[in-house]
C-alpha cells in the first residue's frame, strides 16, 4: 500500500471510466483502494452512456481512456463534459507516460495525463486524483456559497419593498436601490430614484453636511445615531427626515444604506369596537361567538345537501407579534383579520353566472388567534382553492393599529366533512393539523381529513400517470443498478434492474413514487418494455467483458398476463443483441406466479429457449411455495424481506432451511434481500444461501459498478 491516504478525497468518490474495459475501470478502483482511497470506479461503454450518467449527477471525476492513435475519444468527451457538467475535471488515462501526449491533453481541456502501470506511477495517480477532488469540493462549496448569498440577498430585496420604513441604496454616489416607501416620501416613483445622484434628492444647504458625514461614515467615526437632514420631493418641496446611514456590501461592491424611520399613521377609518360591530354584523348580528357555539353549530344537521367543510384560520408567530406591537395593538391587529376573514368567506357569483352567491357564513372566535367557520360549496373539490385563495389574499392586506402597519401570516385549514361523518369530529384533527402547519412556519393552506386524502391521493395518482406518460414518450426514464453479492466468492457480477423516472423540475423519482399509479393506469406493459429494452442495450454495450454481469429484470403481473407480447418483444430485442452468457433473468413475484401459474410455466419454457433465465421474487409467503419449486424451471429465488427481518426467529429459520433444502436439489439459486446487519449475513451462509442483497451491502447505483462494490451507508 502506498503511503499518505488522502484524508481530503470524499469517502465514496464516484469515478467514471470512459473507453477501455471493465478490466481496466476494475485495476483502476483497486490501485486507488489500495492507495487509502474510498474511491469507486465505473465503467461507461460510450458518449451516450456518459451524458446520461453525469446527468444523473455523483459523479467526482471523469477519466478517459487513450485509444491509440488518436486523441478524438478525449476531445468528444470534453465536448460532453463541458455541456452538462464543465465543473468536472477530465483526465486522460495512457499506458505509459508521454510528455507530447501530455500536452496535447491539457491543451484539448483535460487536467492532466495519468498511467496506472509502475509504482511510481501509481504515486502519480494518487496525488492528481487528490488534487483535483480538492479543487472541485472548493468550486461546489464556492458554487454553494454563491447560491446562498444570491438567496439572501433576494430576500433581502424584498424585504425592503415590505417594510414600511423608507430605504435607499446609495454606491459611489448614485442611488441603486429604493423601496416603495422612500418612493412614496419623496412622491417619485422608485424606477426613476434609481440611478440618480444623491446630492439631488437632498436639499442644497444640507448637502454639505451629508458629504461630511458619508466621510465620516467611510472613516469609521460616524455617530451611532440618526442625524437630522432635509430632502427633497418631486415637486421640489422640502421634507425633514432623521436619517440612519450604515455600510453594507454586495458581492464585491460596497453601499450605504439611508433608512427613515416612518411613523404610521393611526388609523382614523373606526375605532376597534366599530369593527368588532362590524364583523358581527356581517355574520348576522351581536358579536363574535365562542367555541361552545360553534360546537352547538356543528352538532346541527345541514341545511341543504352542498358539500360542507370546517376551515380554521390561525395568525402565524402571534407571541412574536404581540412581543412586537404591544398587547393592545396586537388585539386590535386581531379584529382586523377577523373582519378581512369575514368579507372573504363568502363566494360572490362571477359577471354574469346565473348561480345565486355564496351565503356568508358565521365566523367565531376559537382562541385569541384563531378563528372557525363552516363553509359550503357545490362541489368538495373547491374547498381547496378556497383555502388557497384566503392564505394568499389575507397574506397581501396590510393591518394598521395605532403606529403600527404589517402583514399577518395566516395558516388556513379546511377538513371537508364526508357523507358518513359528523362534523363535531373535524375539529379536533383539524386543530392538530393547523397547529402544527403554523408552528413550522405557517402562511400556507391545507386541506385534511380521509376525504381530503382520498381526493388528494386520487389526484396524486392521475398526475403521477401523466408525469410516467410524458417522461417514457420522452425518454426520461432511466436505470438504477443494486448489487447482488455472492457468500461464495463468485466472480461473476449480478445485479437487480431499478428504474428511475425524472420529472419536468430534472427530479429523480424512485420507482416507489409512481408504480401504483402505473398499475392503476395501466402502464406497467409499458415500463416494463422500456426496461427490458434498456438493460438488453446495456449487456450489448459490454460485449467485450469476459463475464459479462448477470441482469435481473423486474416483470409486473399486467406483463405476466400477457406472456404472447412480453415474448414478442424480448425476441425482437434479442434479434439485434442476442445473449451469450445467460445474463438475463426476468423477476416476478411468487404471488403473480401462483394467480398465472400456467402462462409462467409456457413463459419460463420459452424463456430457456432465449437463454433466458427466470427468478422468482418475494419468495416463501405464498401457501405452496414448496410445490411451486417443484413444478417451475426457475434458475433463481429470491426470499421475501420477511424472512430477513425475523430471521432471529426459530420458525422463519426452519421454513426456509426446508425451502433451501428443496433449492439445492433442484439446483436453483437463492438470494436473501434486505441484509442489513453482517451477523445475519454469516448465518445464513451458514445456512446456505447463495447471494445477499440489500444496503449493507450496497445502495441502487445509477450506473454498473466494475468491482465489488463500497458499502452503502
Known amino acids: 500500500m502506498l503511503a499518505d491516504a488522502p484524508d481530503t478525497v470524499a469517502a465514496g468518490s464516484l469515478l467514471l471510466l470512459i473507453g477501455g474495459s471493465e478490466d481496466r475501470a476494475r ?23 456518459l451524458d446520461e450518467a453525469l446527468r444523473r449527477g455523483g459523479a467526482d471525476l471523469i477519466v478517459c481512456a487513450a485509444e491509440t492513435g488518436s486523441r478524438a475519444s478525449l476531445a468528444a468527451v470534453l465536448a460532453v463534459c463541458s455541456s452538462v457538467a464543465p465543473e468536472l475535471p477530465v483526465l486522460e488515462l495512457g499506458a505509459t507516460h508521454d510528455l507530447a501526449a501530455t500536452n496535447l491533453a491539457l ?9 496506472a502501470g509502475t509504482e511510481a506511477d501509481l504515486h502519480h495517480l494518487c496525488h492528481v486524483v487528490r488534487r483535483e477532488s480538492s479543487r472541485l469540493r472548493s468550486e461546489r462549496e464556492l458554487i454553494q456559497a454563491r447560491t446562498r448569498m444570491a438567496a439572501f440577498e433576494t430576500r433581502h430585496r424584498e424585504r425592503l419593498d415590505d417594510i414600511s420604513d423608507a430605504v435607499i441604496h446609495v454606491q ?4 441603486s ?46 455617530s451611532d445615531g440618526p442625524f437630522p437632514t432635509v430632502l427633497l420631493r418631486a415637486d421640489g418641496q422640502p421634507v425633514a427626515v432623521d436619517v440612519h446611514l450604515t455600510q453594507g456590501t454586495v ?25 368588532g360591530s362590524r364583523v358581527a354584523a356581517d355574520a348576522g348580528g351581536g358579536a363574535l361567538q365562542d367555541r361552545l357555539a360553534l360546537f352547538r353549530a356543528l352538532a346541527q344537521p345541514a341545511a341543504d345537501a352542498r358539500p360542507r367543510a370546517v376551515m380554521l384560520f390561525i395568525a402565524d408567530g402571534f407571541a412574536s407579534l404581540e412581543a412586537r406591537v404591544g398587547l393592545e395593538d396586537a388585539e386590535l391587529l386581531m379584529t382586523q383579520v377577523a373582519a378581512a376573514i369575514q368579507t372573504r368567506i363568502g363566494a360572490p357569483p362571477a359577471t354574469g353566472s346565473t348561480v345565486a352567491p355564496v351565503a ?11 378563528w372557525v367557520a363552516v363553509v359550503s360549496r357545490a362541489t368538495a373539490a373547491e374547498f381547496e382553492a378556497l383555502a388557497d385563495r384566503l392564505c394568499r389574499e389575507l397574506a397581501q392586506q396590510v393591518f394598521t393599529a395605532g403606529t403600527h402597519e404589517t402583514r399577518v401570516s395566516l395558516t388556513v385549514a379546511a377538513y371537508p366533512i364526508g357523507a358518513s361523518e359528523a362534523a363535531t369530529q373535524a375539529i379536533d384533527p383539524l386543530v392538530r393539523e393547523a397547529r402544527r402547519a403554523s408552528a413550522e412556519g405557517g402562511g400556507r393552506a391545507l386541506v385534511t381529513g380521509p376525504t381530503a386524502q382520498a381526493q388528494a391521493d386520487a ?62 393506469f395501466g402502464l406497467m406493459r409499458a415500463v416494463d418494455r422500456w426496461v427490458l429494452g434498456q438493460a438488453i442495450k446495456v449487456l450489448a454495450k459490454r460485449e467485450r467483458s469476459d463475464e459479462p454481469p448477470v441482469l ?72 405452496h411455495s414448496s410445490a411451486l419449486l417443484e413444478q417451475l424451471p426457475a434458475r433463481f429465488v429470491k426470499f421475501h424481506a420477511s424472512y430477513t427481518r425475523n430471521f432471529s426467529d426459530a420458525a422463519t429459520q426452519r421454513k426456509m432451511a426446508d425451502l433451501l433444502s428443496i433449492t439445492r436439489r433442484r439446483g436453483i439459486r437463492t438470494i436473501a434481500s434486505h441484509v442489513e446487519d453482517a451477523n445475519v449475513m454469516a448465518r445464513m451462509w451458514q445456512l446456505g444461501i447463495n447471494y445477499i442483497q440489500g444496503y449493507h451491502v450496497q445502495e441502487p447505483e445509477a450506473v454498473l459498478l466494475s468491482t465489488t462494490p463500497i458499502r452503502g451507508n
Open 459 to 520: 389526484r396524486e395518482n392521475a398526475r403521477r400517470a401523466a408525469q410516467l406518460k410524458r417522461a417514457l414518450d420522452h425518454d426520461r426514464m432511466h436505470l438504477a443498478y443494486q448489487s447482488i453479492a455472492s457468500l461464495e466468492g463468485e466472480a461473476r457480477q449480478h445485479f437487480d434492474v431499478l428504474v428511475r423516472m425524472v420529472d419536468e423540475s430534472g427530479q429523480e423519482r424512485h420507482a416507489g413514487e409512481f408504480i401504483d399509479a402505473a398499475v392503476q
Open 360 to 370: 356568508a357564513a358565521a365566523l367565531y372566535r376559537f382562541s385569541t388567534d384563531e
Open 177 to 222: 436601490r429604493a423601496n416603495h416607501a422612500f418612493a412614496a416620501l419623496l412622491q417619485k416613483p422608485a424606477d426613476l430614484l434609481v440611478g440618480s445622484s444623491l446630492m439631488d434628492l437632498v436639499a442644497p444647504d444640507q448637502q454639505p453636511r451629508i458629504k461630511d458625514q458619508l466621510r465620516q461614515l467611510a472613516r469609521g467615526k460616524a
Open 27 to 49: 485495476g483502476l478502483e483497486t490501485a486507488l483502494r489500495q492507495s487509502g482511497f474510498a474511491a469507486r470506479a465505473a465503467w461507461i461503454a460510450d458518449l451516450e452512456e
Open 172 to 175: 459611489d454616489g448614485v442611488v
Open 552 to 623: 435481473f429484470v423486474k416483470i409486473s403481473e399486467d406483463s405476466l398476463r400477457d406472456t404472447e407480447r412480453l415474448l414478442a418483444t424480448l425476441r425482437e430485442q434479442l434479434a439485434t443483441h442476442p445473449l451469450r452468457q445467460r445474463e438475463l433473468c426476468l423477476a416476478v413475484q411468487e404471488l403473480s406466479v401462483q394467480n398465472h401459474l400456467r402462462k409462467t410455466l409456457a413463459l419460463a419454457q420459452a424463456l430457456e429457449q432465449l437463454g433466458v433465465g427466470l427468478a422468482i421474487e418475494h419468495f416463501g409467503i405464498g401457501t
Open 107 to 115: 491543451r484539448l481541456g483535460a487536467r492532466d495525463r495519468i498511467c
Open 251 to 275: 458581492g464585491r461592491q460596497s453601499f450605504v444604506e439611508w433608512l427613515i424611520r416612518v411613523e404610521a399613521e393611526a388609523a382614523t377609518t373606526e375605532p376597534a369596537a366599530d369593527a
